[in-house]
């Protein structure tokens, strides 16, 4: 199969893109920054340099690559500001918008037969009602100001990736990525700040959390691109836990301070009401359909063994 992975040199296209290649597959990965082709090609794939924000040259690129299918894997984050989460994300909004729809508009003139993109599971859910959602829980009504918009780019993202009708629309919702590439990796942006304990529990700390290893969200998506229907899959470990719970863990485990504890209103002084929200009141997610479906287990079931690896 012909495959084009948009986002090829990212965390997870660096995953991805060999495990394709080893599977058979003849396989590009599109790039923005001419830096990367050679990191691309490194790995057994041929580069395409392209924004993906231009329409135009999407529509070459894909016409040129001819793929039987797309994955689409664009982000674009910078530090993490928990105070103003849109503000951090409005590059990746845009590829989650915009970006979405030049690879769909593209991939339709060429006939492409799967579409898979990459969404997320780690806060969007309503949060009312029980721990743990499925894929047929309703995302959340009433998020926190400085995420509505972040929300909306997750939910134009998957209308219309699934609702494509002329190819096979998958959207997977990966949990919080840690692992080589991600700010969950030791010296990533996260770990320093639990280091440094600049990551503080909030309340109760009761926000659920699910966690995937980054390589266990690569191997999610061949098993995607193989055995895969339209619709959404949650990718998350088998071990959803409170960030009362994984964060003393994880400061534990890389031998750092145990983590302040503060109050709501002083945690709301500090990270705003998103993060408020997120440390006290989001909702895991159930991998069961991605098991059942596409015949996949995570090689880290729980981020205990796996954080740092």
């Known amino acids: 199969m ?11 296209g660096r995953q991805l893109v060999p495990r394709l290649v080893a599977a058979g597959h003849e396989v590009w990965g599109m790039t923005r920054s001419e830096s990367r082709r050679e990191m691309v090609e490194s790995m057994g794939a041929g580069a395409v340099v392209v924004d993906a924000l231009d329409a135009e ?3 070459v690129a894909v016409a040129e690559a001819q793929p039987d299918a797309i994955i689409h894997e664009l982000t674009s984050i910078g530090s993490l500001d928990i105070r103003n989460l849109d503000l951090c994300f409005a590059a990746t909004n845009r590829l989650r918008t915009d970006g979405t729809d030049h690879l769909l508009a593209a991939g339709r003139a060429v006939g492409v037969q799967r ?11 309503a949060r009312i009602g029980g721990a743990l959602k499925t894929e047929e829980d309703p995302l959340d009504q009433r998020p926190p ?10 939910r134009h993202l998957e209308a219309a990736v699934t609702g494509a009708e002329w190819t096979e629309g998958i959207v997977l919702r ?14 990533g942006e996260q770990w320093e700040q639990v280091r440094k304990r600049r990551f503080p529990v909030v309340g109760d700390g009761g926000g659920v959390w699910s966690f995937v290893h980054v390589e266990d969200a690569a191997a999610a998506t061949v098993a995607a691109l193989d055995r895969g229907r339209r619709g959404i899959y949650s990718v998350v470990d088998d071990d959803p836990a ?3 719970e994984w964060l003393p863990a994880l400061a534990r485990k890389i031998g750092a301070p145990e983590p302040w504890r503060v109050p709501r209103f002083i945690g709301r002084l500090a990270a705003g009401e998103v993060g408020v929200v997120m440390m006290t009141e989001v909702r895991g997610a159930s991998n069961a359909k991605a098991k059942r479906e596409l015949g996949w287990q995570p090689g880290r079931p729980s981020w205990r063994e796996g954080f740092g690896s």
Do not use: C, D, H
């Open 57 to 59: 040259r999407v529509s």
């Open 2 to 12: 012909r495959i084009l992975v948009a986002g090829g040199s990212g965390a997870i």
């Open 115 to 125: 579409f898979i993109a990459q969404s997320y599971a780690g806060w969007p859910y």
């Open 242 to 244: 409170a960030v009362a």
């Open 174 to 187: 990966y949990g919080a990525l840690y692992g080589p590439g991600t700010s969950l990796q030791p010296g």
């Open 145 to 154: 100001r400085k995420m509505r918009e972040t929300l909306n780019a997750i």
